[in-house]
């Protein structure tokens, strides 16, 4: 059963806070994404990753950064919080072309309140 | 880059009744369509994917249709379950690199029993 892991459900941090959302997958795959969710906006991406220490911006990469160290982890950091970053954040997962698939898998969400 | 619209944002249905939820996107270049159910408290899940070779998938009650030349596509569940009440996002991208996916704003569906 694929699966994809973000660390935490829910996240309260204060403004100007530096904020560390993990994602974890078990499935080798060698693309990540995270994904911003707000209501009317659907899915806004913000960084991927097609492989270890690779990364690419996506649509909304301003106040934040990634990192990719090891395969099956994706962390994104926020540098210095703002309230405009009160969001639902999703991690997802994908093989890579020619290896099959192009389904995405996604993590359960963080939902990030910033105050 | 590719831009795609989603409707309705809301929509409520009869239980047995049928759903469509419509979106068009820009990029004529785009060739895979997904379509993704998200329940209360859980991330998105694949239900039903289409690319541009064909017109029409179905997948029990769930069927998507595909008009290129038109750029949309429409998700179609018929016998509607309150278990299908959910949001979902359709979403385009241009293979083989569909790092590039973008998805629509979501429609919440509502099946009342």
């Known amino acids: 059963d694929v699966k994809v892991t973000q660390s935490s459900r829910y996240l309260v941090k204060r403004t100007g806070e530096k904020v560390f959302l993990e994602c974890v997958q078990d499935?080798?795959?060698?693309?990540m994404f995270w994904y911003r969710q707000d209501p009317g906006l659907g899915l806004r991406l913000i960084y991927f990753?097609?492989?270890?220490?690779?990364?690419e911006k996506g649509d909304i990469p301003e106040g934040y950064s990634v990192s990719r160290e090891k395969k099956e982890r994706f962390s994104l950091i926020l540098e210095s919080a703002s309230t405009n970053q009160t969001s639902m954040y999703l991690c997802?997962?994908?093989?890579?072309?020619?290896?099959?698939?192009?389904?995405?898998?996604f993590g359960q969400g963080t939902r990030l309140t910033v105050v | 880059g590719e831009n795609v619209e989603q409707h309705p944002s809301t929509l409520s249905v009869q239980e047995g009744d049928s759903a469509v939820i419509k979106c068009t996107y820009s990029?004529?270049?785009?060739?895979?369509f997904p379509w993704y159910k998200q329940e209360l408290g859980k991330g998105p899940q694949l239900i039903i994917d289409?690319?541009?070779?064909?017109g029409e998938k179905k997948d029990q009650r769930i069927a998507v249709t595909l008009n290129k030349t038109a750029k949309h596509f429409s998700l179609h569940i018929t016998e509607t379950q309150p278990e299908d009440s959910a949001v979902y996002f359709c979403?385009?991208?241009?293979?083989?690199?569909?790092?590039?996916?973008?998805f629509g704003a979501g429609t919440r569906l509502t099946v009342k029993p």
């Open positions: 990753s097609y492989d270890v220490k690779m990364k």
């Open positions: 990029d004529s270049a785009s060739n895979y």
């Open positions: 289409i690319r541009s070779n064909v």
């Open positions: 979403a385009a991208s241009i293979t083989p690199n569909n790092n590039d996916m973008r």
């Open positions: 499935m080798d795959h060698e693309n």
């Open positions: 997802a997962s994908r093989t890579a072309l020619g290896r099959g698939g192009t389904e995405a898998f």
